[in-house]
């Protein structure tokens, strides 16, 4: 052996001790996110923030002082933000929930101490009802969490207004009355947040039971209630087309023998449906009940005695324990929930003074537990998949990320998990004859990214790769078969597919109208588990590779403003784990470019010193995506692919070199800067491709808003330099140039005054989407119309383009569910 390779030995071996003592040290660090709970302490004023610890272990993390005495408390539907009902004054309290801790956002003035709050499926209102007037308000949630000052509508109802449910579509609300011994029935709005009465306007108890809390099964139509007077709990049949309620049965919850007062209070439906938890005060006790599959109706399970006066109860989201809150006894309750339903006590701490309400954080509970299927899935995975990008005729960018489990903790991140990987590739699908690329650590440094370069490979072929990974070289794991397909390069003549795709806004997607959602809502809550639907349909037309034009993710929105590193990465992480994502990827090749929500904020240049620096958005770009090797410090992100004989393609950088979006316009102003500007058109002028594709963030036709500044379209923006380049293309003759863009939100098809055709992919989800700036329009960039345009979307909705080149070039518009909606050829069909 030579002693360089002896010295290369010896620096491998130190690095991986190394590695293997930083992964001890840092798996030992992370804490494990069990699920997290509030409690509102009434007479000591006070929100105090547990998680659930390994077996079942209170702990409290944090004590925050409010200035109202606080009762009834909900969260958002994502668990950033609670929602908390005060008494002397009377109030509604917004708080952020940071990691440890509550932020106080907010002070809402409401007519008395609210009794029972609840968000509405849609995130965008907020349902307070109110024990001691009879009423109920309507706050909307306009974003970041924050209420409207005043509620859009107060109803005044029968008195003793004291729980409120809402079901899965949002269209129908229930109030339940313990006096006059009823439930009010209404239907909602969900545009505008009314609420009417429904026909009948109330289901009215003939026996004096007093309906406290009602609760929605989570699948099927039923209904349950406590019965504060009756000491009993009912099942009511819920008629989805009408929205009404009918009974079916009552049970009692406590025994026979009762001494003195007592009174049930909450009641909670098991996630699984399977079981019914009923409290009951005086009797001190938690009443289990089945749900039978078939009926919907209860039998008895388990009287379980807990403190004396349990007025609060809450289940976790998993299903997985219950607390329960001592009004009397200052005390809290931690209970395990057995698989057949019954309660088995697992801790008690004491409180402060009156613990009244106890609300779960929404967030997926991870198991601590040691040796489950659940502990086992958060440990060391690929929860993000597999990707290759930047494919040619010879090589290709593998990526992973190691992660810890595959879904987001109770902060919304998927963090990263320290290992080794490596990539593993062959031209066949049985890897035969494979080879490696060396083994990487997977540092907090890169995000746990891992990525690879692969060299030499044979143009216009098929390679099958999987990642090789682990906390040891001695225990490596082998990841999913994926795929990528080398291109054709310029001596091989034959069609090629692909799909240009844009503007993917995640918070929308998840949360529509509460995430200032701009177009249709659409996305299913199975699509908001499996990813945008685009994905799905793209895989169908199976591409050859993608492209994607910008606005990968958003890091300003209404939930938050991303700012720092972690911030920023965090946007990444809880995209790019959607299953369909990691599914289209693992098989499909992409190139990428990025826009100004994927580089700093809206319409952003690279001059302010606002957060995210400009530097740090270049660097997040790089490091999320595979666009470079990790090794190249500053790769150039301005670049062009020779596809085929036929089609070459043309990825510009709109961010980086931009002048100022304000400065005045003209031969000075520019958005490719000089460098990139000179390396386009001396590229173009070079090449002997049939079909030149210019795709670029950011349209160069529109039209567009005639505010905005931010484009080569805008009328203030940078005209001077797109209208210097369409007279160098003319000039130069230039056939067969095409321009794509992303950006806008809406798709078209336009043609500019001198003859070159610009296609709009648009918004890729739904609610992402709006209508478009058609030519003429004293609102756009083309009062004069110049601009004609052969298509533009008839209604707002998302999509992507397919593009068909060879001997002739054909574009495709989908909507976002696959469906074809506008197709041209070049030559002209016709």
């Known amino acids: 052996m030579s002693s360089l390779s002896m010295i290369r030995g010896s620096v491998r071996a130190l690095a991986f001790v190394l590695l293997c003592l930083f992964s001890v040290r840092v798996t030992t660090s992370v804490k494990a996110d069990g699920p997290r709970a509030v409690v509102s302490l009434r007479n000591d004023r006070r929100l105090d923030l547990y998680t659930i610890e390994t077996g079942g272990k209170l702990n409290r993390e944090s004590q925050t002082p409010v200035d109202s005495k606080p009762g009834a408390s909900c969260f958002d539907h994502v668990g950033r933000h609670l929602y908390v009902g005060g008494g002397e004054p009377s109030s509604v309290s917004v708080f952020r929930v940071e990691s440890t801790s509550l932020s106080p956002l907010q002070n809402v003035s409401v007519p008395a101490s609210p009794s029972y709050l609840s968000v509405?499926?849609?995130?965008?209102?907020?349902?307070?009802?109110?024990?001691?007037?009879?009423?109920?308000?309507?706050?909307?949630?306009?974003?970041?969490?924050?209420?409207?000052?005043q509620p859009v509508q107060t109803l005044q109802l029968d008195e003793r207004t004291h729980g409120i449910a809402i079901d899965r579509s949002g269209e129908f609300v229930f109030v339940s009355h313990t006096r006059p011994n009823c439930i009010s029935q209404f239907r909602m709005d969900t545009r505008t947040g009314q609420l009417t009465p429904n026909a009948p306007a109330?289901?009215?108890?003939?026996?004096?039971?007093?309906?406290?809390?009602?609760?929605?099964?989570?699948?099927?139509?039923?209904?349950?209630?406590?019965?504060?007077?009756?000491r009993s709990v009912s099942a009511y049949g819920f008629d989805s087309d009408s929205g009404t309620l009918s009974l079916r049965q009552t049970i009692n919850t406590t025994s026979g023998d009762v001494d003195g007062k007592s009174?049930?209070?909450?009641?909670?439906?098991?996630?699984?449906?399977?079981?019914?938890?009923?409290?009951?005060?005086?009797?001190?006790?938690?009443?289990?009940?089945?749900?039978?599959?078939?009926?919907?109706?209860?039998?008895?399970?388990?009287?379980?005695?807990?403190?004396?006066?349990?007025?609060?109860?809450?289940?976790?989201?998993?299903?997985?324990?219950?607390?329960?809150?001592?009004q009397?006894?200052?005390?809290?309750?931690?209970?395990?929930?057995?698989?057949?339903?019954?309660?088995?006590?697992?801790?008690?701490?004491?409180?402060?003074?009156?613990?009244?309400?106890?609300?779960?954080?929404?967030?997926?509970?991870?198991?601590?537990?040691?040796?489950?299927?659940?502990?086992?899935?958060?440990?060391l995975s690929l929860g993000q998949g597999t990707m290759s990008g930047e494919v040619t005729e010879s090589s290709v960018l593998l990526q992973t990320r190691l992660t810890q489990g595959t879904t987001l903790n109770s902060h919304g991140d998927l963090l990263g998990y320290p290992g080794i990987a490596c990539f593993e590739w062959s031209a066949s699908e049985d890897f035969a004859a494979a080879v490696r690329s060396p083994l990487q650590s997977a540092v907090p440094e890169r995000d746990h990214i891992?990525?690879?370069?692969?060299?030499?490979?044979?143009?216009?072929?098929?390679?099958?790769?999987?990642?090789?990974?682990?906390?040891?070289?001695?225990?490596?794991?082998?990841?999913?078969?994926?795929?990528?397909?080398?291109?054709?390069?310029?001596?091989i003549d034959r069609p090629v597919e692909f799909i240009i795709g844009s503007c993917m806004n995640y918070v929308k997607f998840m949360h529509g109208r509460a995430g200032n959602a701009s177009g249709p809502l659409t996305a299913t809550k199975e699509d908001k588990r499996l990813g945008f639907p685009a994905f799905e349909a793209m895989k169908q037309l199976a591409p050859e590779f993608f492209v994607g034009t910008g606005d990968v993710v958003y890091y300003d929105n209404p939930f938050r403003v991303?700012?720092?590193?972690?911030?920023?990465?965090?946007?990444?992480?809880?995209?790019?784990?959607?299953?369909?994502?990691?599914?289209?990827?693992?098989?499909?090749?992409?190139?990428?470019?990025?826009?100004?929500?994927?580089?700093?904020?809206?319409?952003?240049?690279?001059?302010?010193?606002?957060?995210?620096?400009?530097?740090?958005?270049?660097?997040?770009?790089?490091?999320?995506?595979?666009?470079?090797?990790?090794?190249?410090?500053?790769?150039?992100?301005?670049?062009?692919i020779r596809v085929s004989?036929?089609?070459?393609?043309?990825?510009?950088?709109?961010?980086?070199?931009?002048?100022?979006?304000?400065?005045?316009?003209?031969?000075?102003?520019?958005?490719?800067?000089?460098?990139?500007?000179?390396?386009?058109?001396?590229?173009?002028?070079?090449?002997?491709?049939?079909?030149?594709?210019?795709?670029?963030?950011?349209?160069?036709?529109?039209?567009?808003?005639?505010?905005?500044?931010?484009?080569?379209?805008?009328?203030?923006?940078?005209?001077?330099?797109?209208?210097?380049?369409?007279?160098?293309?003319?000039?130069?003759?230039?056939?067969?140039?095409?321009?794509?863009?992303?950006?806008?939100?809406?798709?078209?098809?336009?043609?500019?005054?001198?003859?070159?055709?610009?296609?709009?992919?648009?918004?890729?989800n739904d609610e992402n989407s709006r209508m478009g700036v058609p030519p003429g329009a004293d609102f756009g960039s083309?009062?004069?119309?110049?601009?004609?345009?052969?298509?533009?979307?008839?209604?707002?909705?998302?999509?992507?383009?397919?593009?068909?080149?060879?001997?002739?070039?054909?574009?495709?518009?989908?909507?976002?569910?696959?469906?074809?909606?506008?197709?041209?050829?070049f030559p002209d069909s016709e």
């Open 562 to 640: 991303a700012k720092t590193v972690e911030e920023l990465r965090r946007c990444w992480h809880e995209q790019f784990r959607f299953p369909r994502m990691i599914e289209f990827f693992r098989d499909v090749p992409a190139y990428w470019s990025k826009d100004d929500h994927d580089f700093r904020f809206n319409d952003s240049d690279p001059h302010s010193t606002k957060e995210p620096s400009a530097s740090t958005g270049i660097h997040l770009f790089r490091e999320q995506l595979p666009i470079a090797s990790l090794e190249d410090s500053d790769p150039r992100t301005y670049r062009t």
């Open 120 to 149: 509405t499926p849609s995130g965008e209102f907020l349902i307070a009802c109110y024990y001691s007037t009879g009423q109920v308000t309507v706050h909307r949630i306009v974003g970041e969490g924050r209420l409207s000052d």
């Open 645 to 764: 004989r036929d089609v070459q393609i043309w990825l510009t950088e709109g961010r980086d070199y931009r002048s100022k979006n304000n400065a005045p316009d003209g031969p000075e102003k520019t958005m490719w800067g000089v460098e990139q500007r000179d390396w386009l058109k001396k590229t173009l002028a070079a090449s002997d491709a049939k079909w030149k594709l210019l795709i670029s963030p950011t349209p160069m036709v529109g039209p567009d808003d005639a505010y905005k500044k931010d484009n080569h379209a805008n009328l203030d923006g940078f005209r001077h330099e797109a209208d210097s380049f369409f007279e160098w293309v003319e000039t130069n003759r230039m056939g067969n140039l095409f321009l794509v863009c992303g950006d806008r939100h809406w798709q078209y098809h336009s043609i500019h005054a001198s003859g070159i055709h610009e296609f709009s992919c648009g918004a890729l």
């Open 263 to 326: 009174s049930t209070s909450h009641v909670e439906v098991h996630p699984s449906g399977d079981f019914v938890y009923v409290g009951n005060r005086g009797h001190g006790s938690i009443a289990v009940f089945a749900i039978s599959h078939t009926t919907g109706e209860l039998s008895l399970l388990q009287r379980k005695s807990t403190v004396t006066v349990p007025r609060s109860f809450s289940l976790s989201p998993g299903g997985r324990y219950a607390v329960v809150a001592g």
């Open 450 to 491: 891992v990525r690879s370069l692969l060299s030499g490979l044979m143009p216009d072929t098929k390679y099958y790769y999987r990642t090789l990974y682990g906390e040891s070289s001695d225990q490596l794991s082998g990841g999913p078969v994926c795929s990528f397909q080398t291109l054709p390069g310029k001596d």
């Open 202 to 230: 109330k289901l009215q108890r003939d026996d004096d039971v007093g309906p406290r809390h009602v609760c929605f099964h989570p699948t099927a139509d039923m209904v349950y209630g406590s019965n504060e007077k009756g």
């Open 782 to 825: 083309d009062p004069d119309s110049l601009v004609r345009q052969p298509y533009t979307s008839a209604t707002p909705g998302g999509g992507f383009l397919q593009v068909k080149v060879g001997d002739m070039m054909e574009v495709t518009f989908f909507d976002d569910r696959g469906m074809e909606l506008h197709r041209v050829s």
């Open 328 to 379: 009397r006894s200052n005390k809290l309750v931690c209970y395990a929930i057995r698989q057949d339903g019954k309660l088995v006590e697992t801790d008690s701490v004491d409180t402060g003074k009156t613990p009244w309400w106890i609300s779960f954080s929404p967030m997926h509970e991870q198991s601590n537990e040691p040796n489950t299927s659940v502990s086992q899935h958060r440990g």
